[in-house]
């Protein structure tokens, strides 16, 4: 679950980045439950908005995030950069002289961050 200002911002971000729909949406008087997933995974992602918030919520400095893997983070980069949603640069992370990891970072209009992976060894 996070937390969100603005649902129709938050729901057409996750959309457009993770091809996530609405899958719910549960009022109650003094804030909202959305429920966005897609079929090609179980993962599914409450967003909360509480009514009557204006003001941004302190993210901290644990520097939590999401993760989501996707096939080739390559074309995923290139999308995103053309649909102008600015993600961070490819970052190849290497061990013992292996690819341990290929992702980058976008970050949503609430100032979460979610780390996009390449599907590969742990990162499926």
Do not use: C
Request: aromatic content about 12%.
């Amino acid at each position: 679950m996070i937390r969100v200002l603005d649902e129709a911002r938050s729901v057409d971000f996750y959309s457009k980045v993770l091809g996530l729909t609405v899958a719910d949406r549960v009022d109650f008087e003094t804030f909202t439950l959305i429920y966005m997933s897609n079929a090609e995974t179980g993962f599914e992602l409450e967003l909360t908005i509480n009514k009557g918030r204006t003001a941004s919520y302190d993210l901290g400095n644990g520097y939590g995030h999401l993760a989501v893997s996707v096939d080739e983070v390559a074309v995923e980069h290139e999308r995103l950069t053309k649909a102008g949603l600015n993600p961070g640069k490819l970052v190849e992370l290497n061990r013992d002289g292996k690819l341990f990891g290929l992702f980058f970072f976008i970050t949503d209009p609430d100032g979460y961050k979610i780390e996009v992976l390449q599907r590969h060894g742990r990162f499926r």
